[in-house]
């Protein structure tokens, strides 16, 4: 028996060390590819805040980001969704992938489409890594754990938060089961490129967060009302960007004039009402917001703006302007409910995020590196209230809930 134990445990350290070696060549791979997408990402919305005008070119942007798609012969469908089936299911994701989300969403964001970049992480890191695990003829379960790690590296290195990159890869496929095989490979991949990046001078996205208020009742009590609302914000967010892209595939036929039309909508509505601060992700109306700074209609205005983009389209992703939807949000309300407005930014906005992307663990992570703090008790309640209360809608119509959200058993509704 002993012997057999150690026979097996030296199996495990002869894994562990492929599985560092391998994870680690990902890393670096996706690191310098996340990297240089920061920093094209950072330039053109510096060049577009400069130059507004351009955004009267977004339908132009659109139509050539599905024009390219269409001759590379790449579904305009392949998404995030894509990503995350091709890790339970190992469906093939296409090598050209990789570049093509990457040049629409650079399109997207010079010219002023209200879209994320996470979108465009995951789908480069899972495109990168699904075809190098191909490549170096891995089995079809490695070749799954190198696309979670290729996607832990680009988020990682885009955001710079790589504990909560490797944790959100792990945790978002299927909801309600930790992916724990692909942990020590996620890991490394995701701290590498984290290294990486910060080593090249990529500012992570990290804010200051105000002073945390005292931990009585009725501070609990308010950041739970606010965590509810939140909840019930994140429904709102989910359904409206589900129902604008049905809503744009009913009431416009071809694709190329709806996209067109999208873009053409938002640089109207942008010129027309100086709407600069929503053009792009808007990360720095977050930072404005957690500073106690924000227009009372402004997460309203940017949820429609999103889903007019994302339904019509644009890609990029929706987590930054999650975020942004949140720490308004947060800003407008929070008041109300006796807390501070920055403080009130920073809870709605994480959980907002675990509203729509249904991880929990990871978005404490999250907020713990992107407001460097270790004080995390109120972070905690609201990111837990707003999962719970959030019920099984979702960004990703892809992930699965294999357990209920308030009781250990399987979930068959989904």
């Excluded at 695990?133 to 379960?141: A, H, R, S």
């Excluded at 994480?350 to 460097?372: D, H, K, Q, R, Y």
Aim: aromatic letters at 10%; glycine letters at 10%.
């Amino acid at each position: 028996m002993d012997r057999e134990k150690l026979a097996g445990a030296g199996r495990y350290v002869l894994a562990a060390l492929r599985w560092a070696a391998v994870s680690l060549l990902t890393g670096t791979v996706c690191g310098l590819l996340g990297t240089a997408f920061h920093w094209a990402i950072d330039w053109v919305t510096e060049y577009r805040s400069g130059h507004m005008l351009i955004i009267w070119l977004l339908p132009i942007a659109g139509a050539a980001t599905l024009l390219l798609y269409r001759l590379c012969r790449v579904s305009f469908d392949a998404d995030t969704n894509l990503i995350i089936t091709s890790v339970t299911t190992n469906e093939h994701i296409p090598a050209l992938l990789a570049p093509l989300i990457t040049a629409g969403t650079l399109l997207s964001h010079l010219f002023g489409a209200s879209v994320g970049r996470e979108g465009a992480a995951l789908q480069l890191g899972g495109s990168v890594g699904h075809n190098m695990g191909e490549l170096l003829g891995f089995d079809e379960d490695d070749v799954r754990v190198l696309s979670m790690c290729g996607m832990a590296a680009c988020f990682s290195a885009m955001f710079g938060t790589p504990v909560s990159a490797a944790v959100f890869v792990l945790e978002v496929i299927c909801v309600g089961t930790f992916q724990y095989a692909a942990l020590l490979p996620c890991v490394v991949s995701s701290c590498t490129a984290g290294w990486i990046s910060r080593a090249l001078g990529a500012k992570p996205m990290g804010y200051a967060i105000p002073e945390m208020p005292a931990m009585d009742i009725g501070t609990v009590l308010s950041t739970t009302v606010l965590a509810v609302l939140v909840a019930v914000l994140g429904i709102v967010l989910c359904i409206a960007l589900h129902k604008a892209s049905e809503l744009w595939a009913k009431l416009v036929g071809s694709p190329y004039l709806r996209i067109a039309l999208g873009g053409l909508i938002m640089a109207a509505l942008v010129s027309i009402f100086k709407l600069t601060d929503y053009a792009g992700a808007g990360a720095h109306m977050i930072e404005r917001a957690i500073g106690g700074e924000t227009e009372p209609w402004a997460f309203a205005l940017k949820l429609v703006l999103t889903a007019i983009c994302v339904g019509a389209g644009f890609r990029g992703g929706e987590i930054v302007p999650t975020l942004f939807i949140g720490a308004t949000f947060g800003c407008t309300v929070g008041p109300l409910l006796g807390l501070g407005s920055g403080f009130a930014a920073a809870i709605a906005m994480t959980a907002l995020f675990c509203s729509v992307v249904n991880c929990p663990i990871a978005t404490i992570f999250l907020a713990a590196e992107m407001f460097g703090t270790t004080d995390l008790m109120l972070f905690a309640l609201a990111i837990a209230v707003a999962f719970v209360m959030s019920g099984y809608f979702g960004l990703y119509s892809s992930q699965r809930f294999q357990f209920s959200k308030v009781k250990r058993r399987e979930y068959e509704g989904k």
